[in-house]
């Protein structure tokens, strides 16, 4: 299974964007899907997950704000952002880590 991260782009402070996380094959057997970002000279942090029974995590730098979704049946898990702020700007990549795959990453900016 091959992951394919699209949506990112530029957004001014307070606006949304979302974020899809398209599969090559199933994601029914993946426990956990997720969604992580890297900003320039910080470490990757995870945003958001959801396992396979539909029960989120989010970290509270995002919690209200973010908002991860699965869909079994089209193979996607993509991450709605709402009241973006400039401190959210990085790369995000989708990825099904306990599987170790990672799709390629895709830019957010938000602009003040």
């Known amino acids: 299974v091959q992951l394919q991260a699209s949506g990112g782009g530029l957004v001014q402070a307070g606006g949304s964007l979302r974020l899809s996380c398209a599969a090559s094959?199933?994601?029914?057997?993946?426990?956990?899907m997720a969604w992580f970002r890297q900003a320039p000279g910080k470490q990757r942090e995870l945003v958001a997950s959801?396992?396979?029974?539909?029960?989120?995590y989010y970290p509270d730098s995002v919690k209200g704000r973010f908002t991860i979704a699965r869909d079994n049946a089209k193979n996607t898990a993509d991450l709605q952002m709402n009241n973006l702020k400039p401190e959210d700007t990085a790369v995000y990549y989708c990825?099904?880590?306990?599987?170790?795959?990672w799709g390629q990453g895709t830019q957010v900016t938000v602009s003040s």
């Open positions: 990825a099904a880590p306990l599987e170790r795959l």
């Open positions: 094959g199933s994601i029914f057997s993946i426990n956990v």
């Open positions: 959801i396992t396979r029974a539909n029960i989120t």
